[in-house]
């Protein structure tokens, strides 16, 4: 038997903020991105919430939030014993606050009533899923953490509020928002509703995510990509992902390659390897037929290169480094790490969602083509 349910409520458009003006006489957790200190994006956000609520403001993310910034965020949360929370930025800001409330919980805090996620990059899609990935710095590993208690009540879909992400990080995060509607289509759990709105996802990728990022202030194609994030979130969340990401967190756990760039690194050749699979090769062909790649007719192995090349395509357009030698790290660095790498991935919670089984070798080969 298989569930398919969406979860959290999500808000979309300029006024969804408005949301927020529900909570009266609660004590707020606002986890914020640094980047928002002194914006008026900021400014909106409180001025919905600081009707008689006490508000407090936890801003101390970093990319990859590391365990020691939950810890300190915890703290916070701890003096300050929140009856809301509110988690606003990009997905390290969301998924520190998930792995800060996931440790309230634990410890046996129940007062949380309401989360509210407003995600300013599009985007991991952390504002619909029950993931939330922390980094062990010492060891140089990304944690996902996977629990149904960590989706978002509601998800806050203002895409006013990613226009000013750089370029950088608007082609990164739209890349994984591609990433994870690729793994979903394939993955263990896959159905036909995710596979719905996963295609959707990719799509919008193709159609507006250039456009993002070379006029990030288009708020219409904002809007597509914003809500492409979410619906790939969703898509995965229930699908799952597979061995793309789990390679992916330990290039960031080693040498701190932004996610969705790790991501766009390999996906590539992930496609390549899963292509082996005759039912995830049907499935790479029928995405490059609706993405007009090439006509039905065509052999499936032929659309699936066609579909890699445009995926490539894409990412060179989005000045992505390809390799990990482009990004800078040096061959002898990255070589030496192949099986650790490897190992590490095998043990990551999104290995197992992978259509067919990956050896360690299979995991060494598909790295070793990106160093
Ligand atoms: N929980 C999940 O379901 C899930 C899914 C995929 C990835 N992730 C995790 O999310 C993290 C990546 O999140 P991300 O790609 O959103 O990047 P990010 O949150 O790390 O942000 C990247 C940088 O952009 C800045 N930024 C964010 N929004 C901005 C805006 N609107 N304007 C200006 N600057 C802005 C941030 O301050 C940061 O410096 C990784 O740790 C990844 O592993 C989580
Ligand atoms: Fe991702």
Redesign the pocket.
């Known amino acids: 038997m298989k569930k398919w349910e969406m979860t959290p409520r999500v808000f979309t458009g300029e006024d969804c903020l408005n949301r927020l003006e529900k909570f009266n006489g609660q004590r707020v957790c606002l986890v914020c ?3 928002l200190i002194g914006t008026d994006s900021l400014q909106r956000v409180l001025t919905h919430l600081e009707k008689d609520n006490q508000v407090t403001i936890f801003s101390e ?1 970093v ?3 590391p365990i020691e910034v939950v810890a300190a965020g915890v703290e916070k949360m701890q003096a300050h014993q929140p009856t809301i929370l509110v988690a606003v ?7 520190a606050a ?1 792995a800060m409330y996931f440790t309230m919980l634990v410890t046996g805090y129940q007062a949380i009533k309401r989360f509210i996620a407003i995600p ?2 599009s ?4 504002e619909v ?1 029950s ?3 922390v980094t062990d710095t010492q060891n140089k590993i ?1 944690y996902p953490i996977f629990d149904q208690r960590l989706i978002p009540d509601e998800a806050l879909l203002d895409a006013a ?6 370029p950088k ?1 608007t082609a ?2 739209g890349m ?1 928002v591609l990433t ?1 509607a690729l793994e979903a289509m394939v993955a263990k759990n896959r159905s036909t509703y995710t596979d719905a709105i996963a295609e959707k996802a990719i799509h919008c990728v193709f159609k507006y995510l250039y456009q993002c990022y070379t006029q990030g202030t288009d708020l219409r194609a904002r809007i597509k990509m914003h809500q492409a994030s979410c619906l790939a ?1 969703l898509a995965f ?1 229930a699908a799952g992902l597979g061995i793309n990401h789990a390679i992916a ?1 330990q290039l ?1 756990g080693q040498f701190k390659v ?3 760039l790790a991501n766009t690194m390999l996906l590539p050749h992930v496609i390549a390897f899963n292509a082996h699979d005759e039912y995830a090769c049907g499935k790479y062909a029928a995405i490059a037929v609706k993405l007009g790649l090439g006509s039905p007719n065509l052999d499936k192995k032929i659309l699936v290169i066609k579909l890699q090349k445009a995926i490539v395509q894409l990412a060179k357009k989005l000045d992505c480094p390809m390799s990990l030698k482009e990004y800078g790290i040096a061959e002898s660095e990255a070589l030496a790490k192949k099986t650790l790498i490897a190992q590490n991935a095998m043990n990551d919670s999104t290995y197992q969602f992978n259509p067919i089984l990956a050896s360690t070798a299979d995991l060494e080969k598909i790295y070793q083509e990106i160093i």
């Open positions: 991105d640094p980047f993310i990319p990859d939030p930025g990009g997905g390290s800001a969301i998924d998930k300013t990059t985007g991991t899609g952390s899923t993931a939330s990935v990304k509020l990613v226009v000013s992400s750089p990080v990164y995060s994984d994870h979130g969340d967190h960031g932004p996610h969705g």
